[in-house]
């Protein structure tokens, strides 16, 4: 299990470091971490908060859980897709913004919630969407 | 210990999962992506089971003593249902129109036509030449990602992405072409919706049969003449060599020469060679008949590419000697000959291809069918095999000995070339041709044999994994003297052209028939074949000759897959 302790480590460290995961690191991952390159490739698109490509500066994730979607994440989305101008699972003309759904990320009790450049928030509002909206540069 | 079944007190073992307790009991359990010759994964649910009040796959979930377990209920059989019909859902409308494993499913679990709409159209995969990838039918059962992990540990396709949205892919998302696969086709062999096949060639091949002006013909594996006949509605080890010539020739093939007689061929020349070797200090000699595993060796072991024979494959060897020894016979350019092999294998398809595979100028094989096409192609000109008269393969390339049908199953081209290499360094006949220790499903045999006062350590391992484990301890010193690799379990008769497995008896049965076909011969020991020692009396001059290396052998990449 050690092996694969080691691939989320390194898979989320590159991610912060870079902002995604280029084949070559995924490589050199996966032999750091003794598992079969499918293996890093499997994980890597598994979890929505990494990405194989570089995305966009900055990343909006927002949860789409059952519990989220019955406090209204679905509103939330459709706010940020208006104002960004984009669909999610894209990103913006400029490379500003990556809109994308991202599954359970322990929030349930506050929903609805999102990750922005990896930061939580919970209990999000459309006023409150706009406020963290201003503050990215 | 003990456990009850829908109140039926039952014995059963430690280790052994709810569902195989069941099933030995003749309890029948429902299941999709439950594969018997895998580990179970417990990803469609259809096998719900509920053990002491708990829902549970029951294929994946280990037997306890004193557990009480029910497999029939309202409340499951709706579970169950809900199940396959969400997998029902996600594929595409023609996937649920043909008889298939989830199509059984559906209809077990009394479901018509899905009740949602949840099918997305994708992307196929025809990159490669050997095997292709149609997501569209997919179910995400895992099956094909397992064999190609664990079976064969090539790794070249995995899960990508998650929930609904999950599908098999390449690594890095690249087509297969250009991932490490090797083109062994065991995915294919157990998918259970035919979302991967062997790259088509049934009408390419119906079209060339129509071709006028050319002289058609076909040559057949050792193993398809033991295991054609499942696809066609035969138990399972049924040897139907007569009347595969006979459907052929009504099929509208002029010539059919039998693959056997270039295993032969291939016996001598690679027994030729191991001599060479054991003379000069070179060994190992690692077995070259098998594509896939050349593909691996060269991509994962490059530093094992000069101990692989030179010798080509039966099938290449074949298609060498139609194009150049009988075209000249017949007086005809190689031009006018469309060669069509019958292999259990879809690697095949790609060795065919190589570059490197015409000697006689143009490609040497046109075009290569698996064993499940050529009862697609049989099953399409309305040609019912049982009904056939026998009959025999033609002359000059269709006698054969019991060495080379054995080139079929794991171990044959071990037990074939040591009869062989036998004679050539003993100067006599072994006292017993039947090696024993070649034989047998185990994934890694090894084996001494005393040969004129020397001892030869000889290994045969089959699934490439296996041959992975045997390839490391090599690296780190052992030493073997003779090596054959299979990719395929259990040899060609697993190869992953043939009739879809459900377990390993298939497989003993069509090794029994393999070994039935060779003792049955007269004639047990390549050298001894008449056609073969004429080939080389009259155009090939003798083993090893510079004419023999031009067509009967190959050359390696440095590094990489072959081209």
């Given at each position: 299990m050690a092996g694969k302790k080691i691939l989320l480590n390194e898979l989320g460290l590159e991610q912060k470091r870079k902002g995604f995961v280029s084949k070559e690191k995924l490589k050199e991952i996966a032999s750091k971490a003794?598992?079969?390159?499918?293996?890093?490739?499997?994980?890597?698109?598994?979890?929505?908060?990494?990405?194989?490509?570089?995305?966009?500066?900055?990343?909006?994730?927002?949860?789409?859980?059952?519990?989220e979607q019955l406090k209204g994440s679905e509103k939330i989305l459709g706010f940020l897709e208006k104002r960004l101008k984009v669909k999610r699972g894209n990103a913006t003309k400029d490379k500003k913004f990556y809109l994308g759904e991202t599954s359970c990320i322990g929030l349930c009790d506050k929903a609805p919630a999102m990750l922005v450049d990896g930061k939580p928030h919970a209990k999000v509002t459309i006023e409150k969407t706009k406020e963290i909206l201003g503050k990215l540069k | 210990m003990h456990l009850t079944i829908d109140g039926k007190y039952i014995e059963c073992r430690e280790g052994e999962t709810i569902l195989q307790a069941a099933r030995k009991n003749c309890i029948d359990i429902p299941t999709l992506c439950y594969h018997p010759m895998l580990e179970p994964e417990g990803r469609c649910r259809a096998c719900l089971v509920e053990a002491n009040g708990k829902i549970v796959t029951s294929c994946d979930t280990a037997v306890q003593g004193g557990m009480h377990i029910i497999t029939d209920s309202e409340k499951l059989r709706r579970m169950r249902r809900d199940a396959v019909d969400l997998i029902a859902s996600s594929v595409s409308p023609e996937t649920i129109k043909e008889e298939n494993?989830?199509?059984?499913?559906?209809?077990?679990?009394?479901?018509?036509?899905?009740?949602?709409?949840?099918?997305?159209?994708?992307?196929?995969?025809?990159?490669?030449?050997?095997?292709?990838?149609?997501?569209?039918?997919?179910i995400a059962c895992g099956r094909c990602v397992q064999s190609c992990s664990s079976v064969q540990s090539v790794d070249a396709i995995t899960f990508a992405g998650r929930s609904n949205e999950m599908q098999v892919e390449g690594v890095e998302g690249e087509p297969l072409a250009k991932t490490a696969c090797v083109s062994c086709g065991q995915c294919s062999l157990v998918c259970p919706t035919n979302a991967i096949t062997e790259a088509s060639e049934v009408k390419k091949v119906e079209k060339a049969l129509k071709e006028k002006g050319k002289l058609k013909v076909v040559q057949i594996a050792p193993s398809v003449r033991v295991s054609l006949g499942e696809c066609l509605g035969m138990e399972p080890g049924r040897i139907v060599t007569g009347k595969i010539v006979a459907a052929l020739k009504k099929a509208g093939f002029d010539v059919v020469f039998d693959t056997n007689f270039s295993a032969d061929l291939t016996i001598v020349e690679e027994s030729n060679e191991f001599v060479e070797r054991v003379k000069g200090g070179k060994t190992p000699l690692f077995t070259s008949c098998c594509p896939a595993w050349i593909d691996f060796c060269c991509q994962f072991y490059p530093e094992f590419i000069p101990k692989i024979s030179t010798a080509k494959s039966p099938q290449q060897m074949m298609g060498a000697m139609i194009k150049t020894f009988y075209a000249g016979k017949r007086g005809i350019r190689p031009g006018k000959i469309t060669s069509v092999s019958v292999m259990p294998c879809t690697a095949k398809k790609k060795e065919a291809r190589l570059k490197q595979m015409r000697a006689s100028g143009v490609?040497?094989?046109?075009?290569?069918?698996?064993?499940?096409?050529?009862?697609?192609?049989?099953?399409?000109?309305?040609?019912?095999?049982?009904?056939?008269?026998?009959?025999?393969?033609?002359?000059?390339?269709?006698?054969?000995?019991?060495?080379?049908?054995?080139?079929?199953?794991?171990?044959?081209?071990?037990?074939?070339?040591?009869?062989?290499?036998?004679?050539?360094?003993?100067?006599?006949?072994?006292?017993?041709?039947?090696?024993?220790?070649?034989?047998?499903?185990?994934?890694?045999?090894?084996?001494?044999?005393?040969?004129?006062?020397?001892?030869?350590?000889?290994?045969?391992?089959?699934?490439?994994?296996?041959?992975?484990?045997?390839?490391?301890?090599?690296?780190?010193?052992?030493?073997?003297?003779?090596?054959?690799?299979?990719?395929?379990?259990?040899?060609?008769?697993?190869?992953?052209?043939?009739?879809?497995?459900?377990?390993?008896?298939?497989?003993?049965?069509?090794?029994?028939?393999?070994?039935?076909?060779?003792?049955?011969?007269?004639?047990r020991k390549s050298h001894e074949n008449a056609a073969v020692k004429k080939a080389y009396a009259e155009f090939l001059g003798k083993p090893g000759s510079e004419k023999a290396k031009g067509l009967l052998h190959r050359s390696y990449p440095e590094k990489g897959k072959a081209e």
């Open positions: 003794c598992v079969p390159e499918s293996e890093a490739f499997s994980a890597a698109t598994f979890y929505s908060f990494l990405s194989l490509e570089k995305r966009a500066k900055h990343s909006v994730l927002v949860c789409n859980c059952p519990s | 494993e989830l199509t059984d499913a559906m209809k077990k679990a009394g479901l018509e036509k899905p009740s949602f709409k949840n099918y997305k159209k994708l992307a196929k995969d025809n990159s490669s030449n050997a095997v292709w990838r149609n997501n569209n039918r997919c490609q040497d094989i046109d075009f290569v069918l698996t064993t499940r096409e050529l009862a697609m192609l049989f099953k399409k000109k309305g040609i019912g095999l049982e009904k056939m008269s026998e009959s025999e393969f033609d002359d000059p390339l269709g006698e054969s000995t019991g060495a080379g049908a054995i080139f079929g199953v794991t171990g044959g081209v071990m037990e074939a070339a040591l009869r062989t290499a036998y004679f050539l360094i003993e100067g006599k006949e072994l006292e017993d041709i039947n090696l024993k220790m070649t034989r047998g499903t185990k994934g890694l045999k090894e084996f001494e044999i005393e040969i004129k006062g020397e001892k030869f350590r000889a290994a045969v391992a089959h699934g490439l994994a296996n041959a992975r484990l045997l390839l490391e301890r090599i690296k780190k010193g052992e030493h073997f003297h003779f090596v054959e690799v299979r990719a395929c379990p259990g040899g060609c008769i697993g190869g992953g052209g043939q009739p879809k497995l459900t377990d390993w008896g298939k497989i003993s049965a069509r090794a029994e028939a393999i070994y039935a076909v060779d003792s049955g011969k007269g004639q």
